[in-house]
């Protein structure tokens, strides 16, 4: 087996975040190499340091966080930033649904539902997600969102694959924290 790729540190204050990501092998199934960042959000100093960049630079009115671990984050850089969070659901778990995007992964198919009465026409929002991977959930994100009547100011990420071409595939401005 090759050795895996370093992770690059995009943002300056996260050198020591970049090194709690744990590699797994064969997850979720063989000869995939899976980035963990679970001991990452369990560092405080390092989560404080992530949710700090994330939002950096950016105006916006409220965080759009994407199930599930982009809940965790959105919620923290919501908060730090004085805004209020929306969790992009997928399917069955809401109440109400404002409006529902079916989209297609790799391996499949997903789909992300608006909680109803959450965005307004106008509000700059900011979608947060864990990893940019092949582009596809972030892309629904952002089209859900624009049916709304929202602007997409950002996709704010921790993780970058790149080699799996996610920001090509964005119609919106990509912000990743660090990259492999």
């Known amino acids: 087996m090759a050795e895996p790729d370093a992770v690059r540190v995009l943002h300056p204050a996260l ?14 199934e063989p000869g995939i190499l899976f980035r963990d960042i679970s001991p990452l959000l369990a560092d405080g100093e390092a989560f404080a340091a992530v949710v700090r960049a994330l939002g950096d630079g950016l105006e916006f009115d409220v965080v759009a966080g994407v199930e599930a671990r982009g809940f965790l984050l959105g919620a923290a850089v919501a908060h730090a930033r004085g805004t209020g969070v929306v969790g992009l659901r997928k399917p069955g778990k809401l109440p109400e649904v404002a409006d529902r995007v079916d989209y297609q992964l790799e391996y499949g198919s997903a789909s992300l539902e608006l909680p109803a009465a959450t965005i307004s026409p106008g509000q700059r929002v900011l979608v947060v997600d864990d990893v940019l991977a092949t ?4 892309r629904a994100a952002c089209e859900l969102l624009g049916r709304a009547g929202a602007k997409v100011v950002a996709s704010s990420v921790v993780l970058e694959l790149t ?15 660090l990259a492999v």
């Open 15 to 28: 050198e020591q975040a970049a090194r709690l990501i744990r590699e797994v092998p064969d997850f979720p």
């Open 163 to 177: 080699a799996l071409g996610g920001r090509d595939r964005m119609d919106s401005d990509v912000q990743a924290l």
């Open 135 to 138: 582009g596809g959930t972030l």
